[in-house]
Every structure is written in C-alpha cells, then in structure tokens.
C-alpha cells in the first residue's frame, strides 16, 4: 500500500476533503468549463484578472479526489500571479507528471505533491483537467483583450 | 475461505479457470481478481487456439476462391454462422448478419430497417436504462427525419415502468429498441412482456442482448423479437465481431447497409445488383477469425451449459449483494428483481475512479465510470458509480478480495 500513499498523500486528502476557494464567483472576468468526458469529472473555473494579474480565482465541479484536490491547490497557487506566471506553473506541472525528465524545480511548491500521479498515467488528465481549465479562460480573456 | 461457489451448482470452477490463461497472472504483486466482465471476457483456451490455428493452417479470404485454402475458410466461417443460429435458436442461418459489434447492429437496423419507414412526426421508443450505442443511432435518425425518440423512464429500482412504456407505443412508433440486460444496473428486464406489448400493436422491436447472451438462454424464437443483438467479446469470444439476428421477412426488404464488395451479385457502371441477405449486409471481407472463435466460445458456453452458468453467477451475485452492503458507507444503485452480471455501488464521499484505482492495486479489476449510459447516472443524480461485472469463472472469495479491497479503500481516505 505504500504506492497508494504516494498517489493518495495526505495534503491531497486534505483539499478533496476541504476544497478551498470552492465558490461561484459574481463578476468573473472570465471562465472556462472542463470536462473529461471518458470519466465525467467537471469543473468550471472563474478568474477575475485585473492588470494580467489574478486578483481571484474560484471554482466549482465535481470529481474524483486527484481531480478535486488539483483544483482547489491550482487556486491557491497561482493567485496573485499573473496571467504569463500561471501559464508557466502549468508547463512546468505537466512536465512534471507527463515528462520523461526529473528536472522539475522548486517552484511547483506544494503542487510538488502530485508528483505520485505520474506512475498512474490513467489519472493523469485528473490532476490536469484543471489547469487546462484555467489555460482556456486565460485564453478567452486574451481573446477579449485581442478584440478590444 | 469457500472457493467453490460452483459446487452447488454443479460447476468444477477450478477446472474452468484453467481454461482461460489470462486470469493466472498477478497484478500490482496480487492474484489478479477480474471483475470487469461486463466490459470484455477473458477468452478460453480454445478460442484462442482456434483463431491461432485459421492463422496457422486455413488463413484464406471467403466466398471467393476456387482453392482449398479459401473452401476451408469459408466453410469454417458459414459453420459459425450456423453455430450462432443454433445457440440463439434462431431458425435460418441466413437470419443471422456479422457485424463489428452490437452497436454495429444497432446502426444497421437503424439504417436499413427503420430509415426507410421513419416519416416526419413518427416516433422511435427506446428506454432510460439504454447503453449510448441504443440511444445516440436513434437520435441521429430522428434528428434527420425530423421524428421524435420517445424515452420509457425507470424506477428508482432500475426497473423499466411497464404501464407507461405501453402508453407511450402509439400509431407513429415504427420501432421499440430495448435492453435486455443493463450494463450498469444489471436489470432484467422482461423483454418477452415488452414485445408482446409492441407487436399487440403491431410495432416491430429490436433487443440489445450485448450483456444477455453470456449470462442467459436467449431464444429469438421463442422471444418472437425482430431483431436481437450481442456481441461477442462479452460472451468470452473475440473482440470486433458480433452478430444481428433478423427476422428473414424483414431482411429480406432492408435495403444495404454498407456497399462493396461480397454484399452483390453483379456490378456494372449502370447498375449494382445487391446480394441476398445476409451477405447484403456484409460488405468487405469479413472478421474470419473473429467469426470463428466466436463460434468456439459459444461451444464453450454449450459445454459448460449456460443453466449452470446463471446459477452459478446467481450465486455470486447473491453473495457479493449482501457482502458489499457490511462495508461502512456503501450504497447499492438500483434494487431490480431480476438481476443478472453486474452490480453498480458507490461510496459515501469517495469517488467511483478513486475506488477503482486503489482497487487495481489490491488486483481487483472493477469499472469505474459512467458505463456508457449517462441517463442512468442522471437518474441517481451520479456522474460515476463503481461497477462489479462477473463471469462464469469467478469464484466467491473474489467477492472477498473485492470486500477486503473495499476496505482499504475505507482506511486511504480515513
């Protein structure tokens, strides 16, 4: 069971159990909704930006413990940052889980934690679906910004 | 712990397993425990030393040479043709249609019997306990016959409400298609009831027996059904094959459903001239291998009878029924009367694909998901329930492992 404690560390039980900035957000600058259709987790994530700086952001959804516990750590690590600094957290994260490497720094932080998801390469898109959640409404405010 | 489940039922399930070789190995440092049957079978030995040995001996393409090679392939290939006409009692051999599967068959139906018929307004009846592959074909041909899909609801039990599925069979309903077995719940439903109802006025119906055939004696003739579907993966054959029983009448006035070579008699620039069923609807050169070892499995399934075989996964379920429920926490998803493979649960606060992962490292092999029937899933308001499939080589202290892996589970997530 020492495999199982790798995937299933308690920090990831932790935010599964207490999701954290889990809440529908009025005056979002913009949202994106995810959805992995072969196991039907969802997760719908809004960002207030202001000045290419993620003032806010929050989420809603449903799904499984790896699924949850990504969202809710993707909040809390990429507020504050701007929009080019969560799109670099996301590179490195999927390098992370998805690349042949171990060179992956510091800066993942406490996302270091899903590290263990590697070696199950089916739950892969669990720990991810979120932050290609977040990369499609930071496209969508770039998109705005383009139109403007 | 008792291991042999089937002695009441007067199978040797020890000497059974030794036929299929995949079942011996480990996963994850455990005996593997193999759960999933209602998503594919393990194959017995001599299903596999049968496709081995066309490859070996007798490979040939069919209906077409004048050379021993290809006589012998295409005797063997029509003997499965036969086999499947006998194991489904049906009455003509040319009843019986190769398809890739049972969604294959669903769509040549949809195609060939019913597009032609399916006028504005008509209506096509299907019900809430549908796998996708008998819903989304019918959509697809309302959508483009502008007709409407009238859907049968479910009970809370995950039976199919009979009063209302006989209301809703109008003048305009030119098909019923309905499951026989549900791949996620297990129900059986009474499909002898329902086409009764159907023909009482005069609708034609088509059964999807995908999860039926490896669990039950089907026979189309004594159904009366029109057309009856399975595949054969799910019935310890190989994968890409499966058949469509039609009634003869019917296939008869169907017109193709892909054209090509082997489906005519005689092409020219002006004008095709289609072969008679059920070449007509088998275009290209078939599954060869596929068709015989499908005819092998089902030998299989005739040698160990398939009245032992019910009793046997009877038994099983019985058994894993009232194990599952000793777990703190878990919730059984549907209570049909009749039940036959599968039993879908869940876990208070614990995600179906969490289960099934720390289930996988305990050699347990469940699926977890929405089992490709998502109307099910809306009807408990779920979006993922844990499914335990079985088969005629499974043995009580599986459930066991299951129950113990359960438990784990329990301890992971505190």
Known sequence: MSDLKDLYQEVILDHNRNPRNCYIMDGASCTADGHNPLCGDIVKVYLRIENGIIEEISFQGQGCAICTASTSLMTESVQGKSVEEAQGLFDEFHQMLTGVAEEQGVVLGKLQVFEGVREYPVRVKCATLAWHTLNAAMEEKKKDITTE | ?414
């Open chain 2, 1 to 414: 712990m008792n291991i042999s489940a089937g002695a009441a039922t007067g199978l040797d399930i020890e000497k059974i397993r030794t036929d299929f070789p995949a079942l011996h190995q480990e996963v994850h440092g455990r005996p593997l425990v193999y759960l999933d049957n209602a998503a594919t079978t393990q194959k017995p030995r001599a299903v596999i030393d049968a496709v081995r040995s066309f490859y070996e001996h007798d490979c040939s393409n069919v209906h077409r040479g004048v050379h021993a090679l290809s006589q012998r392939a295409t005797v063997a290939f029509e003997s499965s043709r036969t086999a499947i006409k006998t194991f489904l009692g049906a009455r003509d051999s040319r009843e019986i249609v190769f398809t890739r599967s049972t969604t294959e068959a669903v769509n040549l139906v949809a195609h060939s019997f019913v597009r032609p018929r399916l006028n504005p307004g008509d209506e096509v009846l299907i019900t809430e306990m549908e796998h996708h592959s008998n819903i989304v074909p019918w959509q697809l041909l309302c959508d483009e016959k502008d007709a409407t899909l009238r859907v049968v609801p479910m009970n809370d039990d995950g039976e199919l409400i009979l009063e209302q599925l006989e209301e809703m069979i109008s003048e305009r309903t030119r098909i019923v298609s309905v499951v026989h077995v549900s791949n996620a719940l297990g129900t059986v439903n009474p499909v002898e009831e329902i086409i009764r109802l159907a023909h009482d006025k005069g609708v034609p119906v088509l059964i999807d027996g995908a999860q039926a055939v490896p669990h039950m004696k089907v026979d189309v003739s004594a159904l009366d059904c029109d057309f009856y579907a399975f595949s054969s993966h799910k019935a310890y054959g190989p994968t890409g094959i499966g058949a469509l029983y039609g009634k003869r009448q019917h296939l008869l006035e169907m017109t193709p459903y892909q054209s090509g070579g082997d489906m005519i008699l005689s092409v020219t620039f002006d004008r095709t001239t289609f072969n008679e069923p059920p070449h007509r609807f088998e275009a290209g050169t078939p599954n060869i291998e596929g068709a015989i070892g499908l005819a092998k499995a089902l030998q299989y399934i005739e040698m160990i009878g398939i009245d032992a075989v019910q009793a046997h996964e009877h038994s099983l379920l019985a058994h894993a029924k009232e194990a599952i429920l000793e777990v703190p926490g878990v919730r059984l998803i549907g209570a049909p009367q009749h039940r036959a493979g599968a039993l879908s649960f869940v876990m208070e606060g614990i995600h179906p694909h969490d289960i099934g992962t720390i289930l996988d490292q305990e050699g347990v092999a469940v699926r977890a998901g929405h089992h490709c029937a998502q109307p099910i899933m809306l009807h408990y308001h779920l979006s993922a329930t844990v499914r335990a499939s079985f088969g005629l080589y499974n043995r009580v202290d599986e459930i066991d492992a299951l129950i113990k892996g359960l438990h784990s589970v329990r301890e992971v997530f505190g």
